[in-house]
């Protein structure tokens, strides 16, 4: 696993360890572009380059992208934060064009800037990315000067050898090349996989670590993804693949960069934490360090071997700023920039080049609002111009009418109004017999990606659903399931939102109109559900009685914890979710009477 010299699209020399190579082709990445001035003070003398033992490593990060390269609309473009007078006050942020914008400022006068990300990039994407496999995405955070990420488990959304094509570059195998003047190159920037393998080989799905070095300066990175990730993508997405324990996998491969000479070291994890504020600027580390987040990045970070330095984060979309305390009780940073590019965070690693190591008690850190208030970067702006023509014709075709905001991603409540209208669409799409004669519909909540905005997002007029928002929605086009299942399975199935995987992480399914029972938060595990308040249109689910349900393809598969689904039998595959949900908006709404935000009273909870 010793570094070897290559040299990357740009003509820029790196240093990569892996050994995924052979899997995947050489990997390349990309040295930053910083300033050629230096403004870390140097310390204990100087060596003739006008700095000396200690300097300032700027590290800009940021996580779970999802391809929104255009300002994300409704709540899930804005983030909050607490002023100097107590109160909370909401940001618009986001868009490809001003977080290119605020990471070109932040590195201004930096000589040592690195700009590393932590997964989910690229899936889940609006259709200004998702139609064209994310080659947008990627050609923006080319652009960027992204330097390196770790995958996160919507990377793997379209299998493996997609996500090597978003590495290398190429046509897509079906859709063909996109735009005549260009081949899509793929990715400057190494994704980094050390916890997935091959499960006939066993070797590294992709380069496992990353030493970016400059002028002497060496910073290792290890990626991982949650280890979870089988059980939040279809089957065919994680097929013939492993995935490991990020603690493991880690602690092994830091040992690894130490034995290659290098001390300092960075972990790039696609796995979260659950913070006490949805402030971006509070203070994670009250009332100790540590205390206010919670979830499974805490008990990651306190095994995580002591010679990685910094822990950066994502996946659960949240942001922090927090300083979770290492195996040998010294604090270590653990950061997160929420998601859509609202956030970047930016550290500062005081690196000595005497011991080649972090100098962790002089580590600095900020999450910082992607505001809207600064110029937008032209090359973004050329670049995301380029797909919304060739997107135009698609995107903007109108497919039904809504009275107000209905929230969805932006919600916070257990049952989501849009979650209610798209498993109502399911029902409606797909209870005719020859559609599968489906009684009820059950939708994960981490498939509902976004909210339908009341105002309009272009020219056309305020409360109307164009198709590009709708799939913004539901950009992942699973194919609708109808099964049978018994009504025991089904009672299991939603006992399972909050037990199982799911007994720390509750999942709640959002349902279809008729089926209602009571979540019941005073108590524990699997008897929160009450089994007995279970009632489909008033009547109580008999377990012995087979029911026709309907779902994507991935909660058919038991995706999101919820392995009695996956008990159905006599399955009929329908339609898309999208095809299904916009033939319910074109079919039950008008200019004159829009859909109304539904009540969503089907779940009652007790707390």
């Known amino acids: 696993m010793a570094g070897t010299r290559k040299q990357n699209k740009a003509g820029r020399r790196i240093l990569a360890a892996g050994a995924g190579l052979a899997t995947l082709g050489a990997l390349v990445a990309a040295m930053p572009a910083g300033a050629a001035q230096d403004t870390a003070a140097g310390q204990g003398g100087t060596n003739g380059k006008g700095w000396g ?11 779970d992208l999802h391809g929104n390269l255009e300002p994300p609309a409704g709540s899930s473009g804005q983030v909050s934060r607490v002023k100097a007078d107590g109160t909370t006050e909401k940001i618009d942020a986001g ?62 959304d379209e299998g493996a050898v997609e996500l090597a094509r978003m590495q290398r570059g190429g046509c897509h195998p079906t859709a063909g090349c996109f735009t005549a003047d260009k081949k899509f190159g793929g990715a400057d920037f190494p994704y980094l996989a050390a916890n997935v393998t091959e499960e006939k080989t066993g070797k590294p799905l992709l380069d496992p670590t990353f030493v970016w070095e400059k002028e002497g300066v060496k910073i290792g990175f290890i990626g991982v993804t949650l280890e979870g990730t089988p059980n939040i993508v279809t089957a065919e997405g994680v097929k013939g693949l492993k995935f490991g324990n990020e603690v493991e996998t880690i602690n092994k491969y830091a040992k690894i960069l130490e034995r290659q000479g290098v001390k300092s070291i960075v972990a790039l994890i696609h796995e979260g934490g659950l913070p006490a504020s949805a402030n971006y600027n509070y203070d994670c580390d009250s009332p100790a ?17 002591p010679q990685v330095d910094a822990l950066v984060t994502g996946h659960t979309h949240n942001a922090y700023v927090c300083t979770i305390p290492d195996p040998a009780g010294k604090p270590r940073l653990v950061t997160s920039a929420a998601s859509f590019g609202r956030l970047y965070t930016d550290t500062t690693l005081t690196y000595d080049r005497a011991t080649g190591d972090i100098v962790r008690t002089a580590v600095d850190s900020a999450n910082h609002a992607v505001t809207r208030d600064v110029p937008k970067a032209q090359d973004m ?29 932006g919600s916070t409540a257990y049952e989501k109004p849009l979650g209610d209208m798209i498993a109502d669409a399911q029902l409606e799409g797909l209870a005719p ?15 509902i990606r976004s909210d339908l905005v009341y105002k309009a997002s272009g020219a056309e007029g305020d409360g109307v659903v164009t198709y590009g928002e709708s799939f913004t929605v539901q950009p992942f086009t699973n194919m609708m399931n109808v ?34 029972y009571t979540l019941d938060l005073t108590k524990s595990g699997a008897d929160r559900v009450v089994t007995d308040s279970i009632k489909l249109n008033g009547a109580a689910i008999d377990p012995s009685k087979t029911y026709r349900v309907a779902m994507n393809e991935f909660l058919a598969g038991g995706g999101d914890g919820f392995p009695a689904l996956a008990a159905g039998t006599n399955k009929l595959v329908g339609a898309s979710d999208l095809d299904v949900f916009n033939a319910y ?17 089907r779940i009652t909870v007790v707390r």
């Open 289 to 305: 360090a540590g205390g206010g987040i919670s979830g499974p990045i805490t008990e990651i970070a306190k095994h995580v071997d």
């Open 381 to 409: 702006t050329r670049l995301i111009g380029k797909w919304q023509e060739l997107a135009a014709p698609i995107a903007n075709r109108p497919q039904g009418w809504i009275a107000a905001d209905i929230n969805g991603r």
């Open 585 to 601: 908006l074109a079919a039950n709404s008008s200019a004159s009477a829009p859909l109304a935000v539904p009540a969503a009273d």
């Open 433 to 447: 017999a020859d559609k599968g004669g489906a009684q009820v519909a059950l939708m994960n909540p981490g498939g």
């Open 483 to 516: 099964v049978d299942l018994s009504g025991a399975n089904l009672i299991q199935a939603l006992k399972q939102q909050v037990s199982g995987s799911n007994l720390n992480e509750i999942k709640i399914l959002q349902v279809s109109k008729g089926l209602t």
């Open 53 to 63: 033992r200690m300097v300032d490593v700027q590290l800009l990060s940021f996580n």
């Open 95 to 156: 868009g490809a064009e001003y977080l290119a914008t605020h990471l070109r400022q932040a590195r201004q006068g930096k000589r040592f800037s690195i700009t590393a990300a932590a997964g989910d990039l690229v899936g889940a994407s609006p259709l200004l990315s998702g139609l064209f496999h994310d080659e947008p995405t990627i050609d923006a955070l080319n652009g960027m000067d992204l330097d390196v990420t770790s995958v996160g488990n919507h990377e793997f």
